[in-house]
């Protein structure tokens, strides 16, 4: 079945540490998003990718970054840099941009700094 | 910038009962708008997309209406069942490579 993949599901991180999160489609689809979702906030826009080898920087990039090597792939590291990394982190993707086309959504990355 | 609001935040009703979330955007310049559910840790399921030239969309009882002069959408639920508890997130488009979310509505279905 098609669909996106995030990896892993929970994980810890000790202030100072760099984590990566993965997130993989097979959907074929060219454009990717990183998004974080905190307790009654709306979710707000980290990075995202229209095509391989290229991405952007949304609404909250300070102490993230991404790449962009397949098309299949969006890895998200969240740096040392960050300073409030605790929060639930969902990837999804969509055939192209955000305006005309439904997202789909992968079942999230919660990240908790002890 | 757009900013998109749903209230009630929380939301009970016994089962059966039909019931209406509204969403609400301060921008009507938008390209479109989707209705997403939200299972608690889960990620988002799209439920409806309209299009900035469409007034409603439909999917089994669900219907989903926009109103962009007024700034306003409607998801309307159909015959409640528990299996709809969930939060509700409506996000709306602004053909900028971006979406802004609502906060969500947070909807049990009392058996």
């Known amino acids: 079945d098609g669909g996106i993949t995030q990896s892993p599901k929970y994980l810890f991180r000790k202030e100072g540490q760099n984590v990566t999160l993965s997130c993989e489609q097979n959907?074929?689809?060219?454009?990717m998003y990183w998004y974080r979702q905190d307790p009654g906030q709306g979710l707000r826009l980290i990075y995202y990718?229209?095509?391989?080898?290229?991405?952007q920087k949304g609404d909250i990039a300070e102490g993230y970054s991404v790449s962009r090597e397949k098309k299949e792939s969006f890895p998200l590291t969240v740096t040392s840099a960050q300073k409030n990394p605790t929060a639930f982190y969902l990837c999804?993707?969509?055939?192209?941009?955000?305006?005309?086309?439904?997202?789909?959504f992968g079942a999230g990355s919660r990240l908790t700094v002890l | 910038k757009q900013e998109v609001t749903q209230i009630p935040a929380a939301l009970s009703v016994p089962e059966g009962e039909n019931l209406v979330l509204n969403c609400s955007f301060t921008?009507?310049?938008?390209?479109?708008l989707q209705w997403f559910r939200q299972d608690p840790g889960k990620g988002l399921t799209s439920l409806l997309l309209?299009?900035?030239?469409?007034r409603e969309q439909t999917s089994g009882r669900l219907n989903a209406s926009l109103d962009k002069s007024s700034g306003r959408s409607t998801l309307y639920i159909a015959a409640s069942q528990p299996g709809d508890s969930a939060t509700y997130l409506c996000?709306?488009?602004?053909?900028?490579?971006?979406?802004?979310f609502g906060t969500g509505t947070r909807l049990t279905v009392i058996p």
């Open positions: 999804a993707s969509s055939v192209t941009g955000l305006g005309a086309n439904v997202l789909t």
């Open positions: 959907l074929n689809h060219d454009a």
């Open positions: 990718s229209q095509i391989v080898n290229d991405f």
């Open positions: 921008d009507s310049a938008i390209y479109n």
């Open positions: 309209i299009q900035s030239s469409q």
């Open positions: 996000a709306v488009g602004t053909g900028a490579n971006n979406l802004f």
